[in-house]
Nanobody, 124 residues
Framework: RCSCRRMGGGLVQAGGFLRLSCEAS????????TVWFRQNPGKEREFVSA????????AYADSVKGRFTISRDNAKNTVYLQMNSLKPEDTAVYYC?????????????????WGKGTLVTVSS
């Protein structure tokens, strides 16, 4: 079981930054791929970024490439999403999820466990 706890959402102006954290207890993140998704009302959950356990496979959605950075600290069982140069279109509820297979990173239906969402609001 994963108590995937996410931290760090909030309100920020366009151009600003936030860092989200996904901390797991009861499940060791270092043996799972961690994926960040985001979702707006009425829309499907959208892939944002993924990192495999060894941090040697990382992926980003085109919409966030060059602005967001995913990283992990296995000693702390935590994965981070540093979000810079935020835009109003980044506004969404952000979720972290974990899966055993990096190949599943883009498919929210394949995820093994989910954390609760955190709202990120970027004002223009």
């Amino acid at each position: 079981r994963c108590s995937c706890r996410r931290m760090g959402g909030g309100l920020v102006q366009a151009g600003g930054f936030l860092r989200l954290s996904c901390e797991a207890s009861g499940l060791i993140l270092r043996v799972h791929t961690t994926v960040w998704f985001r979702q707006n009302p009425g829309k499907e959950r959208e892939f944002v970024s993924a990192i495999n356990p060894g941090a040697d496979r990382i992926a980003y959605a085109d919409s966030v490439k060059g602005r967001f950075t995913i990283s992990r600290d296995n000693a702390k069982n935590t994965v981070y999403l540093q979000m810079n140069s935020l835009k109003p279109e980044d506004t969404a509820v952000y979720y972290c999820a974990v899966d055993r297979y990096y190949a599943n990173r883009g498919d929210p239906k394949a995820m093994d466990y989910w954390g609760k969402g955190t709202l990120v609001t970027v004002s223009s």
